[in-house]
């Protein structure tokens, strides 16, 4: 599998602020809710539209509506954004049991449960307190 290294290259941020405004469909509640100016929302949107090559949203002065390939996206957009989100949350997990069975406190199966998930928090809460007084 090839990743593409192109200047125009497509990222989840321009995702994200095209799945927002498509799900509000006003420029100023989207960006409130990615905390961002509706300008700089405005230039992901555009720099998405350049990027896939066609109009995804229709604008005026009073409203915002998705064009065909703006509701296509729309959908895939947001199976992405999800699959991306569920493989970040499992990486970290996966990293958390990582630790907490070098720390001798994970269970011997793969499975991660929410009391390995309690015991990797309090021995991470542990490890950064006392980092902190070592240095002092």
């Known amino acids: ?4 290294k192109s200047p125009e ?3 989840l ?3 994200r602020a095209f799945v927002a405004v498509a799900g509000e469909l006003n420029f ?3 960006a409130a809710q ?3 100016s509706p300008p700089a929302l405005s230039r992901q ?4 539209e350049q990027i896939v090559g ?15 390939a703006g509701n ?4 895939r957009a947001l199976e992405i954004l999800t699959q991306v989100d569920e493989a970040v949350s499992a990486t970290r997990l996966l990293g958390g049991e990582l630790v907490a069975r070098i720390a001798g406190t994970g269970s011997r199966s793969a499975t991660w449960s929410t009391l390995n998930y309690t015991r990797y928090v309090r021995l991470s809460r542990i490890f950064t307190r006392s980092s902190r007084h070592r240095r002092t």
């Open 1 to 4: 599998m090839q990743i593409t």
């Open 45 to 48: 949107i555009r720099a998405l």
């Open 54 to 68: 066609c109009e995804l949203l229709r604008r005026t002065t009073h409203r915002v509506e998705l064009t065909l």
């Open 72 to 75: 296509a996206l729309q959908h």
């Open 34 to 36: 990615l905390y961002l």
């Open 9 to 11: 290259a497509l990222e």
């Open 13 to 15: 941020r321009h995702l």
């Open 28 to 30: 100023g509640r989207a």
